[in-house]
């Protein structure tokens, strides 16, 4: 069966310091793979979309590689600040492109 | 630009009755799609419509309902509800939708109670 998995024990680091978190999937082609961050109560927020022959895509402090051999994807927040403090979905479509199914997110947690 | 606009914002209800829940896109485009959040279960689709017609649908029972209206806002309905209806309710727009290589603009949604 399609699984999408991210860490779901939250990921607690320094200020200042890289965040590295990792989206996991099996049973999928995915053309693309989407990034969200959300905060408490509130929706969530788009913030990066990487296609299958793309392997690096970077928004200021943020980068995202896709790597559709190892079924992976790495999501980098660098110089991290407390403000990065959120859940981070990672998305994808299924193979008929006709469903976006969500990761569980991993929760970032930025200490000053 | 306006964002996508959920409302109720929060709604109680009892088991067994109905609730319809709205769904303003942003201006211009033209899928509306609808998610539940729980904690256990995380994000799941619900359904999608394009201009007017469902266009995909997730795998949730018949009690899930939705519709689109000609300036393409949507509202969704679930009748008979149950404890386990609790949830988020997402509502999110994109120009294309599904298939399409665009991104999902979610709205904060509409949190349902059911006692």
């Known amino acids: 069966s399609q699984k999408i998995e991210q860490n779901s024990e939250a990921l607690n680091i320094q200020e200042g310091k890289t965040a590295t978190l990792t989206c996991n999937y099996t049973?999928?082609?995915?053309?693309?793979l989407q990034w969200y961050r959300q905060d408490p109560g509130r929706g969530p927020v788009f913030l990066l979309l990487?296609?299958?022959?793309?392997k690096e895509k970077r928004k200021e402090r943020l980068k995202v590689t896709f790597d559709t051999t190892l079924k992976q994807s790495l999501f980098h927040i660098t110089a991290s600040q407390p403000a990065d403090s959120a859940t981070y979905l990672c998305?994808?479509?299924?193979?008929?492109?006709?469903?976006?199914?969500f990761g569980g997110g991993t929760r970032l947690m930025v200490k000053p | 630009k306006a964002g996508v606009t959920q409302t109720p914002r929060y709604l109680i209800k009892t088991r067994g009755q109905q609730v319809t829940l709205s769904c303003s896109p942003i201006?211009?485009?033209?899928?509306v799609s609808w998610y539940q959040q729980t904690p256990g279960q995380g994000l799941q689709f619900l359904f999608e419509?394009?201009?007017?017609?469902?266009?995909n649908k997730g795998n949730f029972p018949g009690r899930f309902s939705g519709r689109q209206f000609s300036n393409s806002r949507s509202e969704m309905n679930v009748s008979t509800l149950e404890l386990g209806d609790s949830a988020l309710y997402l509502c999110?727009?994109?120009?294309?939708?599904?298939?399409?290589?665009?991104?999902?603009?979610f709205g904060d949604g509409t949190r349902l109670s059911i006692l």
């Open positions: 998305a994808l479509e299924n193979n008929a492109g006709n469903m976006l199914t």
């Open positions: 201006s211009g485009h033209r899928s």
């Open positions: 990487i296609r299958e022959n793309e």
């Open positions: 419509y394009f201009s007017e017609t469902q266009r």
């Open positions: 999110a727009s994109s120009l294309g939708g599904l298939g399409s290589n665009q991104p999902q603009h």
């Open positions: 049973n999928y082609s995915p053309a693309y």
